[in-house]
């Protein structure tokens, strides 16, 4: 995978009922430990979000491409490897959120799975199924939708980028890195 300087997908902005972002989603809410046996990445979709109230029925929506707007200290919890892939297996192309659990953050970048950081996006001007453009050497993001520039991510690091485009830090190692 070459690390795109431009991703631009749909946004899920994750959000409860009242239409206010989620705060402290963990690892249990993102991937629920009663599926923790299954271990081939292609089955793990399906469970994204199954134990996040109102969230259940995502993977049967979501598309390759789409990317996730979350609150703060998403994928807090464990270091439940399974709450990455799964977002990988569905093809998610970025997650964008105001903080991250720190092990969640790691392993996803590990995973090749680009995250980035943006405080105040979950609680900007965003919808769900607003189309986006992040760019990831500024870190600047565009509404598209709306024509109007959201909140800034913190840039990728040029070892992130190398990691990503590697398609994790496996395949990197792997490459002599």
Not at 96 to 110: C, L, T
Not at 115 to 121: D, K, S, T
Request: hydrophobic content about 40%.
């Amino acid at each position: 995978m070459i690390m795109k300087e431009k991703i631009i997908g749909r946004v899920w902005v994750i959000t409860d009922r009242d239409g206010k972002p989620i705060d402290d989603i963990d690892t249990d809410m993102i991937y629920h430990n009663k599926h923790l046996a299954v271990v081939d990445i292609g089955e793990m979709a399906q469970y994204a979000f199954g134990n996040l109230e109102g969230w259940q029925d995502f993977p049967k929506k979501a598309e390759r491409g789409d990317i996730l707007i979350v609150g703060k200290n998403f994928g807090a919890g464990s270091s439940r490897q399974h709450a990455v892939d799964c977002f990988i297996a569905l093809g998610i192309s970025a997650i964008v959120g105001e903080s991250f659990g720190a092990i969640y953050y790691r392993n996803a970048i590990n995973a090749g799975l680009p995250i980035f950081v943006a405080p105040n996006i979950a609680s900007s001007s965003i919808r769900s199924g607003d189309k986006i453009e992040i760019d990831t050497t500024t870190g600047k993001i565009f509404n598209i939708t709306r024509n109007t520039e959201l909140p800034p991510a913190k840039p990728m690091s040029d070892v992130q980028k190398k990691i990503i485009e590697a398609g994790g830090l496996l395949e990197l190692a792997g490459k002599g890195f």
